[in-house]
Structures are given as structure tokens and as C-alpha cells.
């Protein structure tokens, strides 16, 4: 079967904030794909441009006019070599000439048109015989921070993750079960909750940043009983959207409180025992590597995850291997551009003891490509939301693939360290 490259067809649409995106189409002779960007709200610094300095338009117009002329013809089985020709398309190192979005949507439609010329599903085509083993999704009840609005924590995510699980459906059921029981506390507690979410499907409550926890907790706990197994949970507390560079501390608006490093750090610290926290994305801002060493040597049972930290890039990454900053990292694709590229950061992860944690954006289309590469790249982890459509469309996605296994399909090893 033949995967040749005979066309690329670029729209615009939208994701679930109604911002404009890109959506390519790749064809091959025997094959389609079809792939979508998404796009994040607390960026990291690191993270490749979007798009062309004229958008989403200027974006479609480059696919048609000088990206498709280029790749038509190529076999799309060779995904490093389709990546290749992107960056040298682009001749920047940040793709801001054709956009890292443009990239990511072409790069993933791309394996997609592959697998299906092969008549195979994107995650078989990727990872082969071997890829059986089902991520533990981690799931945002409670938002704050950057992804709220009015008052409310100043921690962006509290994140459930129900590691004792034994199938991937239980663990989503387990999920959903957390995120109601969690919007029934909000209302008890909170008399202005009026049951608003955020883009990612999440609670948006006018509550403390520590009283947050306690309900979450409890949340957890109940449920873990009502299952019987473990349910633990964690934070993405988006560090560089508190950070104060001039004045050297965390601002915690809501919270009336400043924190220098030392500080963060114990606080930190104690929420993780208090709270036998499972998962901390980024405690410290996108620069401070050193902190996270520290974090990561001082406590234990614990993931300590860098997102704008690494920004999905090998280089940034083998920067913090070196000191041992962290013992996970977020993957999120359109951060470095193309699928190629995320594999090699996947790859020195997994060389190096780091989780890799597959990631959708806040902004995000019901594109399920991420639910494929968690499972063809055995990420233990993929962190999607709990409710809302765009995240769902990966949940239920991860939940075909299960079924599809049958009893080929196994939780991933994830241990919690
Ligand atoms: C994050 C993400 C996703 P955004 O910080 O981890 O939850 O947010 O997509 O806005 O960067
Ligand atoms: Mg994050």
C-alpha cells in the first residue's frame, strides 16, 4: 500500500474558547488524516510562535501555496522526514515563519494519513504490537489562576488522579464521580457558586487556594472508598503566571500573600505532606531549574512535573536531567511543533527515569490525537479535564482503544516516587 503525499487541504476553525485554529487535511493515494492545533492560555516563554505574524489565514495561505507543493509526493510513512522538510520550510528555530501550529496540524495529519493508508489505527501504526498500555488520565475539577476569572484560587489546577485504578474506564468513571462530588462541595461551601467552569471543564468557585484542597481531598477520599481503590490527586500551580521577576517572589492575589523561593518552596513542600500530593506541575517559575532539583530531592511519592519548565523541548529538558529537576514532564506537541520532535523529548524522558505526561491545552478542539500517542509512547499519564467536549473526545477515545485491546490492554507502570 502506497502512503504518498498527494495534496494538503488547510482550513480555519475553532476551538472550545471560539478562537480561530488551524485543521489540515493530509491525502495520500490510500489514506486521509486529519488533525487540528490547540492552543494554551499560560504559555510558556520557551513555546514555539503559533502562527505567521498574520494568523491563522496567512497560515492556510502558506499550506496552499508553498507547504503542499513541497511535501506532495513525499511517502508519509517517513514522519521525520516530513518534520524535516517543515523546519526547513520554515528556516527559523521557532517556527515563526509558518507558525509551530501550522506545523503540529500538519505533523499529525500526516501520521494519521500514514497509519490509515496502512489500515491501521494512529496508536498500532506508532507503537506497534507493543502498545497496550493505558494512561491514567488526570483530570482538572477545580480552576484557578490564569484560567479563572474573579476571585478564586490562585493555583491554576486541581487535578484528580486515580492511580489504583485497574482498567482505564474505571479510572475515568472515578473522574467524573470526583469532579460532581467536588461541584456539590463548591456549592455548599461558596454561596456565590453558580456552577460556572472554565475552558477546560473545571469549577470556577469563589474559594480559598488552600480551602480548595480540602475539598478536593475529600473528594477523593470518598470516592477511592466507594471503588475501592486509591484516588489521589495534585496541582498545577502554573508558577510563572505568579511569579514577580522584579520584586523576586510568587504573588498569590486572592490568597493576599507574597512568597519569595525559600518560601514556595517549604509551602510546597508542606502541601505535598498534608496533603500526600500525587502530582505538582510546575512549583517554581519557567527559569528556576535549581528549585526544582531541591523540591524533587526533598520530597518522595510524589510526581514533580515540569511544563513551562521544559516546554517539550529536548534541549530544556537536558538541561534540567542534569540536576535532576524534576521527575516529570508535560507533553504537549504544539509547544515544540511537530510530532518528531516530541517523540525525541519523550524519548530522553523515558531514558532518563522522567514520566512523561501526555497533555491536551486549555484551548482545545475534540481533536484525539493525544489519546494515540499516550498510548503508542506508553505515557502513564494523560492530563485532559475531567468534563467538557473537547476533552471528552479523548477520554472516550482512550476508552475505544481499551475496548479495542480487549484483554491486551493494561494500566501503565506508574509509580508514584
Ligand atoms: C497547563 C495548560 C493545560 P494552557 O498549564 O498545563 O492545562 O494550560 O494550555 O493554558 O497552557
Ligand atoms: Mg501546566
Excluded at 522538510?85 to 515563526?96: R, Y
Excluded at 500526516?110 to 496502512?118: M, Q, T, Y
Excluded at 472515578?174 to 469532579?179: C, E, F, V, Y
Excluded at 503566571?241 to 492575589?253: A, H, R
Aim: aromatic share 8%; hydrophobic share 35%.
Amino acid at each position: 500500500m502506497s502512503s504518498l503525499i498527494e495534496d494538503l487541504i488547510a482550513r480555519k476553525v475553532f476551538n472550545n474558547r471560539g478562537e480561530e485554529t488551524i485543521e489540515v487535511d493530509v491525502i495520500t493515494t490510500t489514506g486521509f488524516g486529519r488533525a487540528s492545533a490547540p492552543a494554551g492560555k499560560s504559555r510558556g516563554k520557551a513555546e514555539v510562535a503559533y502562527y505567521p505574524q498574520d494568523g491563522v489565514d496567512a497560515a492556510v495561505k502558506k499550506i496552499e501555496e508553498i507547504i503542499a507543493p513541497e511535501l506532495a509526493g513525499l511517502n508519509a510513512d517517513f514522519q521525520e522526514e516530513i518534520d524535516e522538510t517543515l523546519h526547513e520550510i520554515d528556516g527559523s528555530s521557532n517556527f515563526k515563519n509558518i507558525g509551530g501550529n501550522t506545523a503540529f496540524a500538519i505533523s499529525l495529519a500526516n501520521a494519521e494519513a500514514a497509519a490509515n493508508s496502512h489500515g491501521l489505527l494512529l496508536f498500532q501504526f506508532l507503537g506497534g504490537n507493543a502498545a497496550t498500555s493505558m494512561p491514567y488520565p488526570l483530570g482538572n475539577c477545580i480552576s484557578g489562576g490564569q484560567h479563572a476569572r474573579g476571585k478564586s484560587p490562585d493555583i491554576q489546577e486541581y487535578l484528580a488522579l486515580p492511580h489504583g485504578a485497574e482498567t482505564f474506564l474505571e479510572a475515568v468513571t472515578a473522574n467524573t464521580k470526583i469532579h460532581k462530588k467536588v461541584g456539590d462541595a463548591l456549592k455548599k461551601k461558596s454561596g456565590t457558586f453558580n456552577g460556572g467552569k472554565s475552558d477546560e471543564g473545571a469549577w470556577i468557585a469563589n474559594i480559598d487556594t488552600l480551602d480548595a484542597f480540602d475539598v478536593i481531598a475529600k473528594a477523593c477520599e470518598e470516592v477511592g472508598n466507594e471503588l475501592d481503590f486509591e484516588c489521589g490527586f495534585g496541582v498545577d500551580i502554573a508558577s510563572s503566571s505568579l511569579w514577580n521577576e522584579k520584586e523576586g517572589n510568587y504573588v498569590y492575589t486572592n490568597e493576599g500573600t507574597k512568597r519569595d523561593t525559600g518560601e514556595q518552596l517549604d509551602f510546597v513542600k508542606e502541601l505535598i505532606e498534608k496533603y500526600h500530593l500525587a502530582y505538582v506541575e510546575d512549583p517554581f517559575h519557567e527559569e528556576d531549574f535549581q528549585s526544582f532539583a531541591e523540591l524533587t530531592r526533598k520530597t518522595k511519592n510524589c510526581l514533580i512535573c515540569g511544563d513551562d519548565l521544559f516546554t517539550t523541548n529536548t534541549e530544556r529538558l537536558n538541561n534540567g536531567i542534569k540536576i535532576n529537576a524534576g521527575n516529570a514532564i508535560i507533553i504537549k506537541v504544539n509547544q515544540i511543533g511537530t510530532l518528531s520532535d516530541a517523540v525525541e523529548t519523550i524519548d530522553t524522558a523515558q531514558r532518563h527515569g522522567y514520566d512523561p505526561v501526555v497533555s491536551h491545552r486549555s484551548g482545545d478542539t475534540c481533536d484525539w490525537h493525544i489519546a494515540h500517542l499516550a498510548v503508542a509512547y506508553k505515557c502513564p499519564i494523560i492530563k485532559t479535564g475531567v468534563v467538557e467536549g473537547a476533552r471528552i473526545a479523548k477520554l472516550n477515545e482512550l476508552i475505544r482503544i481499551e475496548h479495542f485491546l480487549g484483554n491486551r490492554a493494561k494500566m501503565a507502570d506508574l509509580k508514584i516516587r
